[in-house]
DNA sequence: TTGTAGGCGTTATCAT
DNA sequence: ATGATAACGCCTACAA
């Protein structure tokens, strides 16, 4: 005979089938002594119970709403156009998801729009966001309403969020240090590290993560101080610029975080892209395209198609009061060359 | 109003139920006059199926056969943790799965073992086999009793599988050789490559990419032979004291496939791992313990979690005649470096 | 406190 | 060729 089904809890405890959804769902209105009836009947049995055919009874939806920075940048394009491609496939499975776009750097805006969220309307929220003060509140705010948050990419971590979906930014940073110092072996000179803005956090600890691999492993390599370009590329081919001409013996370059499509097209400027090992973070269109032409020697990334299907998964599981996978859910430091390009 | 149901259908064509699911699925006896009603009537609502209803109504089960060999290689071990955790959680997604064990190297078992499934016990088979004429012609019975065929980690390009779950292993070896010349820049010297066995196709195919790579970058590495140990650590030990004492140029070692455990021990005792760049495939114990031990300096792998999650996913899209998300199903080459060990 | 009956969206077995 | 009607496993009024 097939897996148990509520009508054999019932029949075996002799009860009827409500009583068995009581307790099967926590609901008030049953004696204990006919609680321990149905559960010793549950645990008897092995009764497990059917996710799906619950969730068609009940017409349960899951609404998630996404808060993410619109910025200039081409990684959150990458992050929505997954978001769409995996919410086409989900809606099968009764799940809508909202996207709920905020401008970049800006954290007023990011807590109003959080504090727009209810939960009569949405049944989970991810978020992208940098931390402050005000979006954790906001973020407890939405835990106390009986909302499971993610944070995506960039962690909240002294918020109450129940599940960080993304890498360790400082394990990022070292993996491109470990890289960027085995591509120099035996080479002395200056490494620049450049990045659209040094605000985030997650920049900050790829910085350090980069560094601590550099000084622990690789110490003929000099890493000059962090130049921003803040998302101006007249900027980055200045500095580009004048950092070679200020230091001719540069042998790496560092892109931190955002400001790659302006680094790339700056190094193609100056005609000398070979003389350098390049490492950058993310796979766009441009890095990708870099990195064909042997331009860059190594791209840092996460995928982003297993990110937003690994916060949906974790929103859904968590709205459903379940565990999640967590060897699933594990976000991989991507080490893309040229050679293992998707 | 939400999404419509086949009562929606129905009342709009003006027919029944009955009818509205016999033209769904494509079944008899239905006039074409009513056929094109319903399915006018379906396109004008913009009818999707809800397939967990279906599949309760149907009392639909996924039972798939996984033929595996049983070798002493730690990586199928892996493998079979991988899927047993994986159906854990896809038993509430009424997906069984039974692992069909056959001695590694013999063909003739593959093919015995895949001749005792039939469409009567299993819904969809994954094989990981190597490619011989039977093994094809046992694939290609599979299809005709009407069964979903995958291939898995090692493909067989020429049967009439449905999919392949697996990393292309010219790409794989390519990457390895990749970053061998990388860490090996500005020298010159030889690269000794071993492994337990060079019979299997995929062993070939990386050798040959890890081949390509060198001649097209690193002429200065000059590619031993592939050495074979026939999972033998009595014999790995001689080839690597034996190419060590006979080259005394060697400055990377490659290990083609299996053998890493033989490989790893043989090294300690020379005392010398730290003299060359050592690249393997494939993530277990050993290769994980040498990598933070710096005695890897890399590993090329694939996640075995992904590949089952996937295999499964794969088998059920299929066996329910849907189409695949290409971008979720594509398995990575993963380098995996110290510092981003997951 | 407990039970009955109907419904969720689909399929399948009967009749008609 | 078509239509009632009853499942599938679960949830939820409403009644007792």
Same mark, same amino acid.
């Given at each position: 005979?097939?897996?148990?089904t509520?009508h054999?809890?019932?029949?075996?405890a002799?009860?009827s089938?409500?009583?068995?959804?009581?307790v099967?769902?926590?609901?008030?209105?049953v004696?204990?002594?006919?609680?321990?009836?149905?559960?010793?009947?549950?645990?008897?049995l @092995? *009764?497990?119970?059917d996710l799906?055919?619950a %969730?068609?009874?009940r017409q349960r939806? *899951?609404r998630?709403?996404?808060v993410?920075?619109?910025g200039?940048?081409?990684?959150v394009?990458?992050l929505?156009?997954?978001?769409?491609?995996?919410?086409?496939?989900?809606?099968a499975?009764?799940?809508?998801?909202?996207?709920l776009?905020?401008?970049a750097?800006d954290?007023?805006?990011?807590?109003?729009?959080? %504090?727009?969220?209810d939960?009569?309307?949405?049944d989970?929220?991810?978020?992208?966001?940098?931390?402050?003060p005000?979006?954790?509140?906001?973020?407890?705010?939405?835990?106390?309403?009986?909302?499971?948050?993610?944070?995506?990419?960039?962690?909240?971590?002294?918020?109450?969020?129940d599940h960080?979906?993304?890498?360790?930014s400082?394990?990022? @940073?070292?993996?491109a240090?470990?890289l960027?110092?085995?591509?120099?072996?035996?080479?002395t000179?200056?490494?620049?590290?450049?990045?659209?803005?040094?605000?985030a956090?997650?920049?900050?600890?790829?910085?350090?993560?980069?560094?601590?691999?550099?000084?622990e492993?690789?110490?003929?390599?000099?890493?000059?101080?962090?130049?921003?370009?803040?998302?101006d590329?007249?900027r980055?081919?200045?500095?580009?610029?004048s950092?070679?001409?200020?230091h001719p013996?540069?042998?790496g370059?560092?892109?931190?975080?955002?400001? %790659?499509k302006?680094l790339?097209?700056?190094?193609?400027l100056?005609?000398?892209f070979?003389?350098?090992?390049?490492?950058a973070?993310?796979?766009t269109?441009?890095?990708?395209d870099?990195?064909?032409?042997?331009?860059l020697?190594?791209i840092i990334?996460?995928?982003v198609?297993?990110?937003?299907?690994?916060?949906?998964?974790v929103l859904?599981?968590?709205?459903?009061?379940?565990?999640?996978?967590?060897s699933q859910?594990?976000?991989r430091i991507?080490?893309?060359?040229?050679?293992?390009l998707p």
């Open positions: 005979m097939g897996k148990p509520v054999d809890i019932a029949s075996e002799g009860v089938l409500a009583t068995v959804d009581r099967l769902n926590g609901r008030p209105g004696r204990q002594k006919t609680q321990d009836r149905v559960q010793s009947a549950i645990m008897r @092995g *009764y497990v119970r799906s055919a %969730n068609l009874a939806q *899951y998630f709403a996404f993410l920075p619109e200039p940048g081409q990684f394009g990458l929505q156009a997954a978001l769409r491609e995996a919410t086409d496939v989900q809606r499975d009764r799940i809508s998801v909202r996207v776009q905020v401008p750097h954290p007023h805006q990011v807590v109003r729009t959080l %504090n727009t969220i939960a009569k309307h949405y989970g929220v991810a978020i992208m966001a940098q931390e402050t005000q979006v954790r509140d906001a973020v407890h705010r939405l835990k106390t309403a009986g909302l499971p948050v993610v944070t995506l990419i960039s962690d909240l971590p002294n918020s109450d969020r960080f979906v993304g890498v360790n400082i394990a990022a @940073g070292r993996t240090g470990l960027m110092g085995r591509f120099l072996r035996g080479l000179g200056k490494i620049l590290v450049v990045t659209s803005s040094l605000l956090r997650d920049s900050l600890e790829r910085r350090f993560g980069f560094d601590s691999v550099m000084a492993k690789f110490g003929s390599l000099e890493i000059l101080p962090t130049l921003e370009a803040h998302d590329a007249e980055m081919a200045a500095i580009v610029r950092s070679l001409d200020v013996d540069i042998v370059i560092y892109s931190l975080a955002s400001g %790659n302006a790339i097209e700056s190094l193609r100056t005609g000398r070979q003389d350098f090992v390049v490492i973070h993310e796979l269109s441009q890095t990708r870099a990195l064909e032409r042997d331009e020697a190594a990334t996460q995928d198609g297993h990110l937003v299907r690994s916060a949906v998964r859904r599981a968590k709205s459903d009061g379940l565990s999640v996978i967590q859910e594990r976000i991507e080490v893309l060359l040229k050679e293992n």
